[in-house]
């Protein structure tokens, strides 16, 4: 158990619809990031917060939008779905924002199915 | 630049056997490279990683190795067991992006008992 917990585990919803997914990190750790997993793209980097601040972001569709709470938990919005977005989303936490060597502990991940 | 490539996408071993996934960059900016290991219906978990200014590092039955003017590196396992079977990604990644990672696109090993 990696001491990051995200909900749900199982979304199923229909396109054009919009989800929330939620994580919360591990104790003491101040960043949070997200990612999707999918079979044809592999594992990729969506967004980064940084106590409550975004840090980074990498191929996360305008579709798409985080945020970080103040006591650190975050959320996932995916609005206007399609079939494509059908995915493992992960997310993943470390105890800083800035230093790359920093070890990434992955949630359990929130499988999304858009019908 | 910000691709990291891997190979093989599949690879089947035999108990005690050794284990050899590939990965290549070519963002020279890089400085961190972990391996990741997801067993399925898990999140990934980091097994092992390595700084450019190291050709090797070792824990336990794993070992990456890292050629830095090849801009590769990879990582054995000996011994390779049964509870080893998972799929194996290689990731990169650099203090200027914010720590986010690029991943590879993953190896699955699955060894025979």
């Known amino acids: 158990d990696s001491g990051v917990t995200q909900t749900p585990k199982h979304l199923i919803t229909a396109t054009g619809q919009r989800v929330t997914l939620r994580c919360s990190p591990r104790s003491g750790d101040l960043s949070v990031y997200w990612y999707q997993q999918s079979l044809d793209q592999g594992l990729q980097f969506l967004i980064q917060?940084?106590?409550?601040?975004?840090?980074a972001k990498g191929n996360i569709l305008e579709r798409f939008s985080a945020q970080q709470f103040p006591d650190l938990h975050s959320e996932l919005n995916l609005s206007s779905l399609e079939l494509g977005d059908s995915a493992l989303y992960f997310c993943?936490?470390?105890?800083?924002?800035?230093?790359?060597?920093?070890?990434?502990?992955f949630g359990p991940g929130t499988r999304l199915t858009v019908l | 630049q910000q691709q990291v490539k891997q190979s093989p996408q599949s690879l089947i071993v035999q108990k005690g056997g050794i284990s050899i996934i590939n990965c290549a960059y070519e963002n020279t900016a890089f400085d961190y490279f972990p391996w990741y290991q997801q067993f399925p219906g898990k999140g990934p978990a980091l097994l092992i990683a390595?700084?450019?200014?190291?050709s090797e590092k070792k824990e336990g039955r794993f070992t990456i190795s890292f050629n830095k003017s090849a801009k590769q590196f990879s990582l054995h396992i000996m011994d390779s067991q049964p509870g080893d079977s998972a799929t194996y990604f290689c990731a990169a990644s650099n203090n200027n992006y914010g720590q986010n990672f690029v991943f590879g696109p993953g190896t699955r090993l699955s060894v025979l008992p």
């Open positions: 917060y940084y106590n409550g601040e975004e840090r």
């Open positions: 390595i700084r450019p200014d190291v």
């Open positions: 993943a936490s470390s105890i800083s924002g800035g230093l790359s060597t920093d070890t990434q502990y």
